[in-house]
Protein backbone atom coordinates (compact mmCIF):
# COMPACT_ATOMS: atom_id res chain seq x y z
CA UNK A 1 0.00 0.00 0.00
CA UNK A 2 1.24 3.15 -0.85
CA UNK A 3 2.33 5.80 1.94
CA UNK A 4 3.50 9.34 2.52
CA UNK A 5 5.86 10.81 4.98
CA UNK A 6 4.89 14.57 5.53
CA UNK A 7 7.93 16.45 7.97
CA UNK A 8 7.34 19.25 9.78
CA UNK A 9 10.27 22.05 8.68
CA UNK A 10 8.97 24.78 10.64
CA UNK A 11 5.78 25.89 12.15
CA UNK A 12 4.33 27.18 9.08
CA UNK A 13 6.13 24.27 6.31
CA UNK A 14 6.53 20.80 6.08
CA UNK A 15 8.05 18.88 3.28
CA UNK A 16 7.36 15.37 1.83
CA UNK A 17 8.50 13.10 -0.34
CA UNK A 18 10.03 13.81 -3.37
CA UNK A 19 7.68 13.10 -6.55
CA UNK A 20 9.41 10.66 -8.69
CA UNK A 21 8.73 11.80 -12.90
CA UNK A 22 11.22 10.13 -15.06
CA UNK A 23 13.80 7.45 -14.21
CA UNK A 24 16.24 5.56 -15.52
CA UNK A 25 19.34 3.61 -13.87
CA UNK A 26 21.81 6.87 -13.89
CA UNK A 27 19.06 9.17 -13.65
CA UNK A 28 15.94 11.00 -12.64
CA UNK A 29 13.68 14.04 -12.56
CA UNK A 30 11.69 14.41 -9.46
CA UNK A 31 9.53 17.35 -7.88
CA UNK A 32 10.44 18.43 -4.53
CA UNK A 33 7.22 19.61 -2.71
CA UNK A 34 6.87 21.98 0.20
CA UNK A 35 3.23 22.18 2.37
CA UNK A 36 3.17 25.69 3.12
CA UNK A 37 0.79 27.55 5.69
CA UNK A 38 -0.02 30.65 3.25
CA UNK A 39 -1.68 33.31 5.52
CA UNK A 40 -2.53 34.90 2.33
CA UNK A 41 -3.73 33.03 0.04
CA UNK A 42 -4.60 29.53 2.21
CA UNK A 43 -5.69 27.22 -0.85
CA UNK A 44 -2.15 27.73 -2.55
CA UNK A 45 -0.49 25.54 -0.10
CA UNK A 46 2.01 23.95 -2.37
CA UNK A 47 5.15 24.86 -3.58
CA UNK A 48 8.33 23.08 -4.72
CA UNK A 49 10.98 22.74 -7.07
CA UNK A 50 12.23 20.08 -9.92
CA UNK A 51 15.28 19.04 -9.59
CA UNK A 52 17.62 16.77 -11.79
CA UNK A 53 19.55 14.00 -10.21
CA UNK A 54 22.23 11.64 -11.51
CA UNK A 55 24.44 8.91 -9.51
CA UNK A 56 26.17 5.66 -9.93
CA UNK A 57 24.54 2.33 -10.76
CA UNK A 58 26.00 1.56 -6.76
CA UNK A 59 25.19 5.17 -5.43
CA UNK A 60 22.51 6.84 -3.73
CA UNK A 61 21.14 9.57 -5.86
CA UNK A 62 22.31 12.93 -5.60
CA UNK A 63 21.00 16.43 -6.14
CA UNK A 64 22.98 17.83 -9.82
CA UNK A 65 24.21 21.51 -8.70
CA UNK A 66 21.36 23.81 -10.26
CA UNK A 67 22.43 27.02 -12.66
CA UNK A 68 21.03 29.95 -11.06
CA UNK A 69 19.08 31.62 -13.81
CA UNK A 70 19.65 35.09 -12.97
CA UNK A 71 23.54 34.31 -14.03
CA UNK A 72 22.03 33.67 -17.51
CA UNK A 73 23.01 35.97 -20.43
CA UNK A 74 21.13 37.80 -22.63
CA UNK A 75 19.89 34.92 -25.82
CA UNK A 76 20.19 32.35 -22.87
CA UNK A 77 17.60 30.23 -21.27
CA UNK A 78 16.46 27.17 -19.55
CA UNK A 79 13.55 24.58 -20.81
CA UNK A 80 12.20 21.87 -18.95
CA UNK A 81 9.87 19.57 -21.11
CA UNK A 82 7.40 17.18 -19.30
CA UNK A 83 5.88 14.21 -20.95
CA UNK A 84 2.33 13.85 -21.11
CA UNK A 85 2.37 10.98 -18.15
CA UNK A 86 4.56 12.71 -16.16
CA UNK A 87 2.60 16.09 -15.95
CA UNK A 88 -0.89 13.96 -15.29
CA UNK A 89 1.53 12.20 -12.70
CA UNK A 90 2.22 15.24 -11.25
CA UNK A 91 -1.05 16.99 -11.44
CA UNK A 92 -2.46 13.51 -9.02
CA UNK A 93 0.47 14.13 -7.03
CA UNK A 94 -0.07 17.87 -6.13
CA UNK A 95 -3.90 17.45 -6.01
CA UNK A 96 -3.27 15.09 -3.58
CA UNK A 97 -0.91 17.15 -1.74
CA UNK A 98 -3.00 19.88 -1.47
CA UNK A 99 -6.18 17.35 0.07
CA UNK A 100 -3.49 16.36 2.75
CA UNK A 101 -3.46 19.95 3.84
CA UNK A 102 -6.61 20.57 3.39
CA UNK A 103 -7.71 18.00 6.03
CA UNK A 104 -5.06 18.08 8.68
CA UNK A 105 -2.78 21.26 7.81
CA UNK A 106 1.00 21.61 8.71
CA UNK A 107 1.52 18.35 11.30
CA UNK A 108 4.04 18.68 14.25
CA UNK A 109 6.74 16.13 13.48
CA UNK A 110 6.39 13.64 11.32
CA UNK A 111 3.05 11.77 10.03
CA UNK A 112 2.55 8.91 7.41
CA UNK A 113 -0.70 9.23 5.51
CA UNK A 114 -1.38 5.88 3.26
CA UNK A 115 -3.26 6.72 -0.03
CA UNK A 116 -6.92 5.00 -0.45
CA UNK A 117 -7.15 2.16 -2.72
CA UNK A 118 -9.98 2.88 -5.43
CA UNK A 119 -12.37 0.09 -4.22
CA UNK A 120 -12.07 2.55 -0.38
CA UNK A 121 -12.91 5.60 -2.06
CA UNK A 122 -15.60 4.13 -3.85
CA UNK A 123 -17.24 3.35 -0.30
CA UNK A 124 -16.40 6.76 1.41
CA UNK A 125 -18.16 8.40 -1.55
CA UNK A 126 -21.53 6.20 -0.86
CA UNK A 127 -23.96 7.43 1.14
CA UNK A 128 -25.81 6.41 4.16
CA UNK A 129 -28.57 4.32 2.09
CA UNK A 130 -26.18 3.25 -0.10
CA UNK A 131 -23.96 1.74 2.96
CA UNK A 132 -27.13 0.19 4.53
CA UNK A 133 -27.87 -1.28 1.28
CA UNK A 134 -24.82 -2.67 1.22
CA UNK A 135 -23.69 -4.21 4.49
CA UNK A 136 -27.77 -5.47 4.29
CA UNK A 137 -26.72 -7.07 1.20
CA UNK A 138 -23.64 -8.88 2.53
CA UNK A 139 -24.59 -9.04 6.81
CA UNK A 140 -21.52 -11.55 7.14
CA UNK A 141 -18.89 -9.11 5.21
CA UNK A 142 -20.07 -6.13 6.58
CA UNK A 143 -20.34 -7.24 9.96
CA UNK A 144 -16.57 -8.54 9.69
CA UNK A 145 -15.22 -5.28 8.06
CA UNK A 146 -17.01 -3.36 11.24
CA UNK A 147 -15.71 -5.70 13.55
CA UNK A 148 -12.29 -4.93 11.68
CA UNK A 149 -12.62 -1.53 12.20
CA UNK A 150 -13.43 -1.39 16.10
CA UNK A 151 -10.81 -3.98 16.65
CA UNK A 152 -8.01 -1.46 15.27
CA UNK A 153 -9.99 1.47 16.95
CA UNK A 154 -9.64 -0.44 20.26
CA UNK A 155 -5.79 -1.52 19.37
CA UNK A 156 -4.80 1.61 17.63
CA UNK A 157 -1.40 3.54 19.13
CA UNK A 158 -2.28 7.25 17.54
CA UNK A 159 -5.25 7.59 20.19
CA UNK A 160 -5.07 11.76 19.78
CA UNK A 161 -5.49 11.13 15.85
CA UNK A 162 -8.07 8.72 16.45
CA UNK A 163 -9.93 10.83 18.95
CA UNK A 164 -9.50 13.99 16.63
CA UNK A 165 -11.31 12.37 13.91
CA UNK A 166 -14.17 11.02 16.24
CA UNK A 167 -14.86 14.80 17.06
CA UNK A 168 -15.92 15.54 13.88
CA UNK A 169 -19.26 12.55 14.17
CA UNK A 170 -22.22 14.04 15.30
CA UNK A 171 -22.95 13.84 18.74
CA UNK A 172 -26.07 11.24 17.94
CA UNK A 173 -23.53 9.42 15.86
CA UNK A 174 -21.04 8.54 18.71
CA UNK A 175 -24.19 8.06 20.82
CA UNK A 176 -25.41 5.34 18.39
CA UNK A 177 -21.97 3.93 18.39
CA UNK A 178 -21.27 3.52 21.90
CA UNK A 179 -24.56 2.06 21.99
CA UNK A 180 -23.84 -0.77 19.69
CA UNK A 181 -20.59 -1.68 20.88
CA UNK A 182 -22.38 -2.12 24.87
CA UNK A 183 -24.93 -4.48 23.02
CA UNK A 184 -22.61 -6.39 21.35
CA UNK A 185 -20.40 -6.75 24.44
CA UNK A 186 -23.68 -8.13 26.27
CA UNK A 187 -24.46 -10.53 23.51
CA UNK A 188 -21.06 -11.86 24.15
CA UNK A 189 -21.60 -12.53 27.68
CA UNK A 190 -25.24 -13.84 26.41
CA UNK A 191 -23.49 -16.77 24.18
CA UNK A 192 -20.30 -17.29 26.87
CA UNK A 193 -23.47 -18.28 28.85
CA UNK A 194 -25.70 -20.33 26.34
CA UNK A 195 -22.41 -22.41 25.71
CA UNK A 196 -21.07 -22.50 28.68
CA UNK A 197 -24.75 -23.28 31.07
CA UNK A 198 -23.45 -27.01 32.38
CA UNK A 199 -19.65 -26.05 33.03
CA UNK A 200 -19.26 -27.19 36.17
CA UNK A 201 -15.56 -25.54 36.76
CA UNK A 202 -15.66 -22.33 39.59
CA UNK A 203 -13.20 -20.93 38.41
CA UNK A 204 -14.24 -20.72 34.25
CA UNK A 205 -17.22 -18.90 36.04
CA UNK A 206 -14.97 -16.57 38.08
CA UNK A 207 -12.65 -15.71 35.22
CA UNK A 208 -16.40 -15.06 33.16
CA UNK A 209 -17.47 -12.34 35.41
CA UNK A 210 -13.78 -10.88 36.08
CA UNK A 211 -13.43 -9.89 32.34
CA UNK A 212 -17.71 -9.40 32.27
CA UNK A 213 -18.28 -7.48 35.20
CA UNK A 214 -21.40 -5.78 34.16
CA UNK A 215 -23.20 -8.67 34.10
CA UNK A 216 -22.50 -8.13 38.00
CA UNK A 217 -24.48 -4.80 37.92
CA UNK A 218 -27.29 -6.26 36.74
CA UNK A 219 -27.69 -7.56 40.50
CA UNK A 220 -26.14 -4.13 41.64
CA UNK A 221 -28.50 -1.62 39.86
CA UNK A 222 -25.61 0.82 39.94
CA UNK A 223 -21.90 1.00 38.80
CA UNK A 224 -19.47 -1.28 39.90
CA UNK A 225 -16.15 -1.79 39.98
CA UNK A 226 -14.47 -5.26 40.95
CA UNK A 227 -11.72 -3.73 43.81
CA UNK A 228 -10.70 -7.79 43.80
CA UNK A 229 -11.14 -11.65 42.85
CA UNK A 230 -10.08 -14.17 45.49
CA UNK A 231 -9.96 -11.24 48.42
CA UNK A 232 -8.92 -11.97 51.69
CA UNK A 233 -11.54 -11.65 54.28
CA UNK A 234 -9.53 -12.37 57.13
CA UNK A 235 -9.83 -14.93 59.88
CA UNK A 236 -5.85 -16.63 59.63
CA UNK A 237 -4.47 -18.05 63.08
CA UNK A 238 -1.57 -17.95 64.35
CA UNK A 239 -0.13 -20.16 62.14
CA UNK A 240 -1.65 -18.48 59.41
CA UNK A 241 -3.95 -20.64 58.60
CA UNK A 242 -7.76 -20.52 58.43
CA UNK A 243 -7.76 -17.53 56.10
CA UNK A 244 -11.17 -16.31 54.26
CA UNK A 245 -11.61 -15.86 50.67
CA UNK A 246 -14.68 -13.89 49.13
CA UNK A 247 -14.85 -14.62 45.12
CA UNK A 248 -15.73 -10.82 44.58
CA UNK A 249 -15.40 -7.70 46.73
CA UNK A 250 -16.76 -5.26 44.80
CA UNK A 251 -17.21 -1.00 45.00
CA UNK A 252 -19.90 1.13 43.85
CA UNK A 253 -18.34 3.49 41.89
CA UNK A 254 -20.41 6.27 43.36
CA UNK A 255 -20.36 5.80 46.97
CA UNK A 256 -17.38 3.62 47.37
CA UNK A 257 -19.16 1.14 49.42
CA UNK A 258 -18.54 -2.41 48.98
CA UNK A 259 -20.05 -5.29 48.60
CA UNK A 260 -19.81 -9.29 49.00
CA UNK A 261 -20.30 -11.90 46.09
CA UNK A 262 -19.96 -15.63 46.56
CA UNK A 263 -20.22 -17.91 43.41
CA UNK A 264 -20.54 -21.92 43.19
CA UNK A 265 -21.64 -22.61 39.26
CA UNK A 266 -24.82 -23.25 37.45
CA UNK A 267 -24.36 -26.88 38.07
CA UNK A 268 -24.47 -26.19 41.48
CA UNK A 269 -27.80 -28.10 43.30
CA UNK A 270 -29.89 -25.04 44.73
CA UNK A 271 -32.03 -28.10 46.70
CA UNK A 272 -31.54 -31.21 49.04
CA UNK A 273 -34.12 -34.17 49.12
CA UNK A 274 -37.34 -34.01 50.08
CA UNK A 275 -38.40 -33.30 53.23
CA UNK A 276 -42.04 -34.24 53.81
CA UNK A 277 -45.73 -32.97 52.15
CA UNK A 278 -43.46 -31.79 48.81
CA UNK A 279 -41.14 -29.12 50.90
CA UNK A 280 -38.03 -29.79 49.83
CA UNK A 281 -34.86 -29.54 51.75
CA UNK A 282 -31.89 -26.64 51.01
CA UNK A 283 -28.67 -28.43 49.78
CA UNK A 284 -26.06 -28.48 51.75
CA UNK A 285 -23.99 -25.77 48.65
CA UNK A 286 -26.42 -23.69 49.12
CA UNK A 287 -27.15 -22.86 53.16
CA UNK A 288 -23.03 -23.13 53.18
CA UNK A 289 -22.83 -20.21 50.75
CA UNK A 290 -25.12 -18.53 52.35
CA UNK A 291 -23.44 -18.79 55.55
CA UNK A 292 -20.05 -18.11 54.03
CA UNK A 293 -20.98 -15.33 52.70
CA UNK A 294 -22.08 -14.17 56.15
CA UNK A 295 -19.19 -15.10 57.69
CA UNK A 296 -17.21 -13.04 55.30
CA UNK A 297 -19.61 -9.88 56.19
CA UNK A 298 -19.01 -10.34 60.12
CA UNK A 299 -15.04 -10.65 58.96
CA UNK A 300 -14.91 -7.18 57.45
CA UNK A 301 -17.23 -4.98 60.07
CA UNK A 302 -15.05 -6.64 62.63
CA UNK A 303 -11.91 -6.20 60.91
CA UNK A 304 -12.15 -3.04 58.31
CA UNK A 305 -9.60 -1.04 59.59
CA UNK A 306 -6.74 -3.88 58.32
CA UNK A 307 -9.00 -5.43 55.55
CA UNK A 308 -9.80 -1.74 53.97
CA UNK A 309 -6.52 -0.33 54.60
CA UNK A 310 -4.03 1.21 52.01
CA UNK A 311 -5.58 1.70 48.39
CA UNK A 312 -9.10 0.42 49.55
CA UNK A 313 -8.89 3.02 52.60
CA UNK A 314 -11.70 5.19 50.82
CA UNK A 315 -13.98 2.37 50.73
CA UNK A 316 -17.01 2.20 52.92
CA UNK A 317 -17.81 -1.12 54.85
CA UNK A 318 -21.83 0.34 55.42
CA UNK A 319 -23.69 -3.03 56.11
CA UNK A 320 -21.84 -4.71 52.38
CA UNK A 321 -24.48 -6.15 50.20
CA UNK A 322 -23.90 -10.06 49.92
CA UNK A 323 -24.91 -12.37 46.71
CA UNK A 324 -24.73 -15.42 45.98
CA UNK A 325 -24.83 -16.51 42.62
CA UNK A 326 -25.63 -20.57 42.21
CA UNK A 327 -27.13 -23.15 40.00
CA UNK A 328 -29.68 -23.36 37.46
CA UNK A 329 -33.44 -22.44 37.99
CA UNK A 330 -35.17 -23.15 35.15
CA UNK A 331 -33.33 -26.69 35.02
CA UNK A 332 -33.30 -27.87 38.80
CA UNK A 333 -36.17 -26.72 39.44
CA UNK A 334 -38.93 -28.86 37.51
CA UNK A 335 -42.19 -28.51 39.89
CA UNK A 336 -43.78 -26.17 41.25
CA UNK A 337 -42.81 -27.64 44.95
CA UNK A 338 -39.29 -27.25 43.59
CA UNK A 339 -40.19 -23.65 42.88
CA UNK A 340 -42.00 -23.05 46.24
CA UNK A 341 -39.23 -24.66 48.42
CA UNK A 342 -36.57 -22.39 46.79
CA UNK A 343 -38.36 -19.47 47.10
CA UNK A 344 -39.56 -19.36 50.29
CA UNK A 345 -35.94 -19.98 51.43
CA UNK A 346 -34.51 -17.32 49.47
CA UNK A 347 -37.22 -14.56 50.32
CA UNK A 348 -36.61 -14.83 54.10
CA UNK A 349 -32.92 -13.92 53.92
CA UNK A 350 -32.94 -10.62 54.79
CA UNK A 351 -29.19 -9.88 54.56
CA UNK A 352 -27.95 -12.13 51.76
CA UNK A 353 -29.81 -12.12 47.65
CA UNK A 354 -29.18 -15.34 45.79
CA UNK A 355 -29.77 -15.44 42.50
CA UNK A 356 -28.74 -18.28 39.71
CA UNK A 357 -27.25 -18.42 36.93
CA UNK A 358 -29.81 -18.43 34.49
CA UNK A 359 -31.48 -15.50 36.31
CA UNK A 360 -28.80 -13.06 36.46
CA UNK A 361 -27.89 -13.85 32.52
CA UNK A 362 -31.69 -12.96 31.52
CA UNK A 363 -31.24 -9.63 33.14
CA UNK A 364 -28.34 -9.10 30.79
CA UNK A 365 -30.80 -10.50 27.73
CA UNK A 366 -33.95 -8.10 29.24
CA UNK A 367 -31.38 -5.46 29.00
CA UNK A 368 -30.00 -6.69 25.86
CA UNK A 369 -33.92 -6.48 23.99
CA UNK A 370 -34.77 -3.21 25.98
CA UNK A 371 -31.69 -0.89 23.93
CA UNK A 372 -32.27 -2.69 20.95
CA UNK A 373 -35.62 -1.51 21.36
CA UNK A 374 -34.62 2.01 21.78
CA UNK A 375 -31.88 1.97 18.68
CA UNK A 376 -35.07 0.83 16.87
CA UNK A 377 -37.46 3.70 18.20
CA UNK A 378 -34.70 6.28 17.54
CA UNK A 379 -33.90 5.13 13.82
CA UNK A 380 -37.64 5.52 12.92
CA UNK A 381 -37.89 8.80 13.97
Request: glycine fraction near 6%; aromatic fraction near 8%.
Amino acid sequence: METRTVKSTSRMTASSDDLILRETDITRLIFRPILVDNQNQQEASVKGAFLFQRKGKADEWEDIEAIPLSKLKKGEGVKLELKSAELLTLFHEIEILYEMYTQGGIPKGKAHYVKANKAFEAIFALGDEEITTLIQGQQYLGAQAIGRLIKWASNARNFKLMFEKLEVLEPESLSNLNTAIGISTLKSALVTWSKNRNNADEDFWQQVLIKQEFVLEQIFHVPIFVIKSKAYMGGKNATNEGGRVVDFLIRNDITKAVGLVEIKTPSTKLLGPIYRNGIYNISSELSGAVLQVLNYRDSLSHERATLLSGELAECGAFDPKCVVIIGHAKKELTDADMVRSFELFRNQLADVEVITYDELFDRTKRLVDTLEGLGEVANAR
